[in-house]
């Protein structure tokens, strides 16, 4: 069973930035720049402040990340019980094993650091020697760790919270608890050093906030934030006194300090969990993160005091539900889902990456509405798009269908923008609904014309409309009074706007005129099971079409007819994709499986699996790439097609088998090509026979340079002859004699055999070249392997040469030449290298014509020639006129 796809090797993914884990930032003197590090998943991303470019992506770990945190030198993760050091965000430089649960906090003390497990173990490890420095040991019933925090002047101590609502102050060097804080009536979430000495802020989980002071164990001042558990803490250092708290529901709230009193409010600052939240040193910034897979820099530079954004980095914070390559390039993937947005991902960059705003119905009253805690204004999301680039400039070029609603959207991919128009159809307004009878009408698929000027919609009831993507206007409907019976699942035109192609759960596949000025359709094509979508190939005819059963057929847009089936899935088809050659077919599917099909031999070719299902899928318009997006997870992953850099050998898979688990692409695979040559290495590759069957004749694969000018080296060379004669150099350099091949190299034998007598005696008193003595020995055994060899690894001018010194005038002999006659019947005989000895055998009649004629030997050998010649040719002939003949016969049909 295969380990993996042939065809597609996972790569990368895009669109993570980060998620629970908090950020955590570095300033790196050489730079004179704060970094951010921040957690996605199994990797860590360094972003620089400065633009919020991404400097590196930190190597992969077995399983999620569960901590993380850095000092100047290192950034380090915990990955289950194992703590890993990496240096300058991708050197792996010291590992820490020991804990036997999950280390779930961490944080940097001087030349160690501290980590604390799930069973409230607490381990003090030496960072270069890799060792345990002490170890403290707390019962999770009476005192689970759940933060931990280092005062500052406080020397080798550390403040631990519990889940208890209890504090400790621990001398780590002697093992010594110092104190025990008097314990709050709610666990303890967060703790934070605060600019004032001996003070330290303790957010808990009943939404209180306690400046409490450590000296004298006293409680300086509490506040009370109203949306629950506080996540994070921060205090601001520019001389302004603020503290910034966090909470569940993503709300930032800034307290003042010396009024006691609430400075101003962040509202909806991000759509999760503020769980990361950092006041950059003497700087009037704040960095914040969130599950919600965004990371936000703002600036106190407000009126009232409060911030603004002033960079953001985001993804989605919901799965993609629907991705799309944009462009001639493959650059770029248009990317929608459930938080009812549409972004673009760049693949080379993410300084590109871009979004195009969240769905509206007023879009301006939703930007003057501000960040509240619900706008409801924004519409459902959306569910399926199509973009055209040929009119981008200047009008919308997107158009989107959305969730449960009958209004289709615009958007600009070049103004990155939604657009200004709503197509929605007379019939459907809300005055209208009710007195037709349509209730609950969705706009169900839609088809933009590769022209850009026309967007098809389709609805639920049936209807389809026609709109200008310029004005909006409605121009036509199919049918009367509707195109199908029921819901209308998929739509395309051809690439010249002639044909429409509908396709609905009534099980029919119609076509219609593209002006329909006729209600009737041209063509009405009945299936057995309804249909599910449409996917068109925009530069051919042909058009993919999902049903309900699983299935997947290919319809000819010329012919109208159905000509090829697929059949394998065992789920509901969820998405599928023509390659840019049209050979390929990619479908996904919910039983986790994503199959090739390959059309000319209506085979499949290759699949493979994955965790979770895929929703969506495209391959880039280069044919390099391969985009899918899945349940549950936030990025987009690609899988580069490796048939475009190595040669891959394809075979008929039965779909009935279980194809192979393949693991998601991370940020970065590199050892994914070790993987890949180990497998390779394993499975044994097919390698074809030199000979298919004896009974075939065989060519020798020699490109046609090789042996076609043979016959016409004359003449070649004398159009090729210099004007003038070749000049001798001044001084000649010594040559090593050279063997006569394709290949340059050194004869060397004749020197291991000199003796030291300088007296030449000649072993035969014919003048054979090496070629020739060759020739000489096989009249022993007959064996002309090595003869064959010998000649097909000279040049066109080398053969020319050594064919004629066969005769006797060039110092050869009549033997000789019947050993060649010999050697050509035994080409033929074989049934190989079939032009080769067509070619070598017309040399060898043209340059000795007249020798044969008078050599009796010779002349009778040639009867041998000719019989094997006919026996090939009458069998080649007989073929050749069989298949020209069927051509004929069905040019007529």
Same mark, same amino acid.
């Given at each position: 069973?295969?380990?993996g796809?042939?065809?597609?090797?996972?790569?990368?993914?895009?669109?993570?930035?980060?998620?629970?884990?908090?950020?955590?930032?570095?300033?790196?003197?050489?730079?004179?720049?704060?970094?951010?590090?921040?957690?996605?998943?199994?990797?860590?991303?360094?972003?620089?402040?400065?633009h919020f470019s991404?400097?590196?992506?930190?190597?992969?770990h077995p399983?999620?990340?569960?901590?993380?945190?850095?000092?100047?030198?290192?950034?380090?993760?915990?990955c289950?019980?194992?703590?890993?050091?990496?240096?300058?965000?991708?050197?792996?430089?010291?590992?820490?094993?020991?804990?036997?649960?999950?280390?779930?906090?961490?944080?940097?003390?001087?030349?160690h650091?501290i980590?604390?497990?799930?069973?409230?173990?607490?381990?003090?490890?030496?960072?270069?020697?890799?060792?345990?420095?002490?170890?403290l040991?707390?019962?999770?019933k009476?005192?689970?760790?759940?933060?931990?925090?280092?005062?500052?002047?406080?020397?080798?101590?550390?403040?631990?919270?519990?889940?208890?609502?209890?504090?400790?102050?621990?001398?780590?060097?002697?093992?010594?608890?110092?104190?025990?804080?008097?314990?709050w009536?709610?666990?303890i979430?967060?703790?934070?050093?605060?600019?004032?000495?001996?003070?330290?802020?303790?957010?808990?989980?009943?939404?209180?906030?306690?400046?409490?002071?450590?000296?004298?164990d006293?409680?300086?001042?509490?506040?009370?934030?109203?949306?629950?558990?506080?996540?994070?803490?921060s205090?601001?250092?520019?001389g302004?006194?603020?503290?910034?708290?966090?909470?569940?529901?993503?709300?930032?709230?800034?307290?003042?300090l010396?009024?006691?009193?609430?400075?101003?409010?962040?509202?909806?600052?991000?759509?999760?969990?503020?769980?990361?939240?950092?006041c950059?040193?003497?700087?009037?910034l704040?960095?914040?993160?969130?599950?919600?897979?965004?990371?936000?820099?703002?600036i106190?530079?407000?009126?009232?005091?409060?911030?603004?954004?002033l960079?953001?980095?985001?993804g989605?914070s919901?799965?993609?539900?629907?991705?799309?390559?944009?462009?001639?390039?493959?650059?770029n993937?248009?990317?929608?889902a459930?938080?009812?947005?549409?972004?673009?991902?760049?693949?080379?960059?993410?300084q590109?990456?871009?979004?195009?705003?969240?769905?509206?119905?007023?879009?301006?009253?939703?930007?003057?509405?501000?960040?509240?805690?619900?706008?409801?204004?924004?519409?459902?999301?959306?569910?399926?798009?199509t973009?055209?680039?040929? &009119?981008?400039?200047?009008?919308d070029?997107?158009?989107?269908?959305h969730?449960?609603?009958?209004?289709?959207?615009?958007?600009?991919?070049?103004?990155?923008?939604?657009g200004?128009?709503?197509?929605?159809?007379?019939?459907f307004h809300?005055?209208?609904?009710?007195?037709?009878?349509?209730?609950?009408?969705?706009?169900?698929?839609l088809?933009?014309?590769?022209?850009?000027?026309?967007?098809?919609?389709?609805?639920?009831?049936?209807?389809?409309?026609?709109?200008?993507?310029?004005?909006?206007?409605?121009?036509?409907?199919?049918?009367?009074?509707?195109?199908?019976?029921?819901s209308?699942?998929?739509?395309?035109?051809?690439?010249?706007?002639?044909?429409?192609?509908?396709?609905?759960?009534?099980?029919?596949?119609?076509?219609?005129?593209?002006?329909?000025?006729?209600?009737?359709?041209?063509?009405?094509?009945?299936?057995?099971?309804?249909?599910?979508?449409?996917?068109?190939?925009?530069?051919?005819?042909?058009?993919a079409?999902?049903?309900?059963?699983?299935?997947?057929y290919?319809?000819?847009i010329d012919?109208?007819?159905?000509?090829?089936?697929?059949?394998?899935?065992?789920a509901?088809?969820?998405?599928?994709?023509f390659?840019?050659?049209? &050979?390929w077919?990619?479908?996904?599917?919910?039983?986790?499986?994503?199959?090739?099909?390959?059309?000319p031999?209506?085979h499949?070719v290759?699949?493979?699996?994955?965790?979770?299902?895929?929703?969506s899928?495209?391959?880039?318009?280069?044919?390099?790439?391969?985009?899918?997006?899945?349940v549950?997870?936030?990025g987009?992953?690609?899988?580069t097609?490796?048939?475009?850099?190595s040669?891959?050998?394809?075979?008929?898979?039965?779909?009935?088998?279980?194809?192979p688990?393949?693991?998601?692409?991370?940020c970065?695979?590199?050892?994914?090509?070790?993987?890949?040559?180990?497998e390779?290495?394993?499975?044994?590759?097919?390698?074809?026979?030199?000979?298919?069957?004896?009974?075939?004749?065989?060519?020798?694969?020699?490109a046609?340079? &090789?042996?076609?000018?043979?016959?016409?080296l004359?003449v070649?060379?004398?159009?090729?002859?210099?004007?003038?004669?070749?000049?001798?150099?001044?001084?000649?350099?010594f040559?090593?004699?050279?063997?006569?091949?394709?290949?340059?190299?050194?004869?060397?034998?004749?020197?291991?055999?000199?003796?030291?007598?300088?007296?030449?005696t000649?072993?035969?008193?014919?003048?054979?070249?090496?070629?020739g003595?060759?020739?000489?020995?096989?009249?022993?055994?007959?064996?002309?392997?090595?003869?064959?060899?010998?000649?097909?690894?000279?040049?066109?001018?080398?053969?020319?040469?050594?064919?004629?010194s066969?005769?006797?005038?060039?110092?050869?002999?009549i033997?000789?030449?019947?050993?060649?006659?010999?050697?050509?019947?035994?080409?033929?005989?074989?049934?190989?290298?079939?032009?080769l000895?067509?070619?070598?055998l017309?040399?060898?009649l043209?340059?000795?014509?007249?020798?044969?004629?008078?050599?009796?030997?010779?002349?009778?050998?040639?009867?041998n020639?000719?019989?094997c010649?006919?026996?090939v040719?009458?069998r080649?002939?007989?073929k050749?006129?069989y298949?020209?003949?069927?051509?004929?016969?069905?040019?007529?049909m």
């Amino acid at each position: 069973m295969p380990k993996g796809s042939k065809i597609f090797l996972p790569c990368r993914s895009l669109g993570y930035i980060s998620n629970h884990i908090p950020l955590q930032v570095r300033y790196i003197k050489s730079r004179k720049e704060n970094l951010i590090v921040t957690c996605v998943g199994k990797s860590f991303h360094t972003y620089g402040i400065t633009h919020f470019s991404l400097l590196s992506v930190g190597g992969l770990h077995p399983e999620d990340i569960t901590a993380m945190t850095a000092d100047a030198f290192h950034v380090y993760t915990a990955c289950n019980n194992e703590i890993y050091a990496w240096r300058r965000g991708t050197e792996l430089k010291h590992v820490y094993r020991g804990h036997k649960k999950p280390v779930q906090l961490m944080m940097p003390f001087g030349v160690h650091l501290i980590s604390v497990d799930e069973s409230s173990s607490v381990k003090v490890w030496d960072i270069k020697d890799e060792s345990v420095f002490l170890e403290l040991t707390f019962s999770n019933k009476t005192f689970h760790i759940t933060t931990i925090c280092h005062p500052s002047t406080y020397i080798n101590k550390i403040l631990l919270g519990s889940e208890q609502g209890e504090m400790q102050l621990w001398n780590v060097n002697n093992l010594k608890m110092i104190y025990s804080f008097k314990r709050w009536k709610s666990p303890i979430t967060c703790l934070e050093q605060a600019p004032a000495i001996d003070v330290v802020a303790v957010g808990l989980a009943s939404g209180k906030i306690v400046l409490h002071n450590l000296k004298y164990d006293e409680t300086i001042m509490e506040f009370m934030q109203d949306w629950g558990v506080v996540t994070s803490i921060s205090f601001r250092t520019d001389g302004s006194p603020i503290m910034a708290t966090g909470s569940v529901i993503g709300h930032i709230v800034f307290w003042d300090l010396e009024e006691r009193r609430v400075a101003c409010q962040l509202l909806s600052a991000h759509n999760g969990s503020v769980t990361g939240m950092v006041c950059l040193p003497n700087e009037p910034l704040i960095l914040t993160s969130s599950p919600d897979n965004t990371l936000k820099l703002w600036i106190f530079d407000m009126s009232d005091g409060g911030a603004r954004l002033l960079r953001i980095r985001e993804g989605h914070s919901s799965p993609p539900s629907y991705i799309r390559f944009h462009g001639a390039n493959g650059h770029n993937i248009l990317s929608s889902a459930g938080d009812s947005t549409l972004r673009i991902f760049n693949t080379q960059t993410e300084q590109f990456n871009k979004s195009l705003g969240k769905a509206s119905y007023n879009r301006k009253a939703s930007k003057k509405r501000g960040r509240t805690a619900e706008d409801p204004l924004v519409m459902p999301p959306i569910i399926q798009f199509t973009s055209e680039i040929t &009119r981008e400039k200047e009008w919308d070029n997107i158009a989107a269908v959305h969730l449960g609603i009958p209004m289709v959207t615009t958007w600009s991919y070049d103004k990155v923008k939604m657009g200004e128009l709503k197509l929605l159809p007379e019939r459907f307004h809300k005055k209208k609904l009710v007195s037709s009878g349509f209730q609950d009408v969705a706009a169900t698929s839609l088809c933009l014309t590769h022209c850009g000027n026309f967007v098809l919609i389709g609805y639920s009831t049936g209807h389809i409309d026609r709109f200008n993507m310029q004005s909006g206007i409605w121009r036509d409907n199919y049918g009367t009074p509707k195109a199908h019976d029921s819901s209308v699942r998929g739509i395309a035109t051809d690439p010249l706007n002639q044909v429409t192609i509908s396709g609905s759960s009534d099980c029919k596949i119609k076509f219609w005129k593209f002006k329909n000025k006729g209600a009737n359709p041209l063509t009405v094509l009945a299936l057995e099971e309804p249909i599910s979508f449409f996917r068109s190939h925009s530069e051919s005819s042909m058009l993919a079409v999902a049903l309900e059963d699983f299935d997947v057929y290919i319809v000819d847009i010329d012919t109208r007819r159905i000509v090829r089936k697929f059949v394998g899935h065992t789920a509901q088809i969820t998405d599928a994709t023509f390659s840019p050659d049209s &050979r390929w077919l990619v479908t996904s599917s919910m039983d986790c499986s994503i199959r090739t099909w390959d059309i000319p031999s209506c085979h499949l070719v290759d699949e493979f699996s994955t965790e979770v299902a895929c929703v969506s899928l495209d391959i880039s318009p280069t044919g390099e790439v391969l985009a899918t997006a899945h349940v549950d997870y936030l990025g987009i992953f690609l899988w580069t097609n490796r048939t475009m850099y190595s040669k891959i050998s394809l075979k008929a898979l039965t779909p009935s088998v279980e194809p192979p688990l393949v693991a998601f692409p991370e940020c970065l695979r590199e050892h994914h090509e070790e993987e890949s040559d180990v497998e390779e290495s394993d499975e044994l590759e097919f390698i074809s026979p030199e000979q298919i069957s004896n009974d075939l004749v065989t060519l020798s694969g020699f490109a046609a340079s &090789r042996w076609q000018n043979l016959l016409n080296l004359d003449v070649i060379k004398k159009r090729n002859k210099p004007k003038s004669p070749p000049k001798a150099p001044k001084a000649a350099p010594f040559f090593l004699p050279t063997v006569s091949s394709l290949n340059f190299q050194f004869d060397l034998s004749k020197l291991e055999s000199e003796s030291s007598s300088k007296i030449l005696t000649p072993a035969t008193l014919l003048n054979l070249t090496e070629f020739g003595k060759l020739l000489d020995k096989t009249r022993q055994d007959d064996d002309f392997s090595h003869v064959i060899e010998k000649l097909k690894s000279f040049g066109p001018s080398m053969i020319d040469f050594e064919i004629k010194s066969l005769a006797p005038e060039g110092g050869g002999s009549i033997e000789v030449m019947l050993q060649f006659l010999k050697s050509i019947e035994f080409i033929l005989k074989s049934n190989k290298d079939f032009e080769l000895a067509e070619a070598y055998l017309g040399v060898f009649l043209k340059s000795h014509g007249t020798v044969i004629a008078t050599e009796e030997t010779l002349r009778n050998y040639l009867t041998n020639i000719q019989s094997c010649h006919n026996v090939v040719w009458n069998r080649l002939q007989d073929k050749l006129l069989y298949n020209i003949c069927v051509v004929q016969n069905l040019k007529l049909m």
